[in-house]
């Protein structure tokens, strides 16, 4: 019976997943395709443009080992939640930033927000894959693909006609998607005491 369960896959939590790792990705990949708003509204150069670049980065991949770290030693169901209203806090006040400061404050809290995303929902496709870890690390990275293909499109269709503050219609998939992320911290605990049985 225990070897059952721990074979079993669960597809709704990995599409869900996929769904969310979508959106984390699809507001990082926002970034680099708004510099030339950026750029023409801040009047910025590009050495500034190469330090949004630097900060955002080191942001969204330094943080993401002291994370893991973390959640290994003690268990974080909702480490995700917390990232993606990082996520949606870089990214309103990136909308309505009024500075370069704010600028670069926003970026580095949407970086922030991607670097606790990341370990605790890799973890959970982990436990969800059953025995199909290929699979279900598949789905979980054409989430994550998907999202920084659609950002420069996004882009081009939507901040570049009605200007930066349109950003922040982008919170409301933040919001649906930290939802989704509580529902699949609910089930971690369910999932995980099967994955160890």
């Known amino acids: 019976m225990a070897t059952s369960m ?3 896959t669960y597809i709704a939590v990995l599409l869900i997943l996929s ?18 708003i950026l750029k023409a509204k801040y009047s910025l150069n590009f050495v500034q443009i190469g330090v949004i670049t630097f900060t955002f980065q080191l942001a969204g991949a330094f943080l993401q080992p002291i994370i893991g770290i973390i959640t290994d030693k003690y268990s974080a169901p909702y480490s995700p939640v917390v990232g993606m209203l ?22 580095i809290l949407i970086g922030i927000g991607s670097s606790i995303f990341h370990p605790e929902a890799i973890r959970m496709a982990r436990y969800a894959a059953g025995r199909r870890q290929g699979l279900a690390q598949g789905i979980f990275q054409v989430g994550g693909q998907t999202g920084g293909a659609l950002g420069p499109l996004f882009a081009a269709f939507i901040i570049v006609p009605h200007g930066l503050p349109s950003l922040s219609w982008f919170s409301i ?5 930290m939802i989704l992320l509580i529902w699949i911290g609910r089930k971690q605990h369910q999932i995980t005491s099967e994955f160890s049985s």
């Open 86 to 107: 990082f996520t949606l806090v870089g990214l309103l006040s990136l909308a309505y930033a009024s500075c370069y400061e704010m600028i670069l404050l926003s970026v």
């Open 19 to 36: 769904s969310t790792h979508l959106v984390n990705d699809l507001i990082q990949s926002l970034i680099p395709a708004s510099y030339p």
């Open 6 to 8: 721990r074979s079993k």
């Open 173 to 177: 998939l933040t919001v649906l998607a």
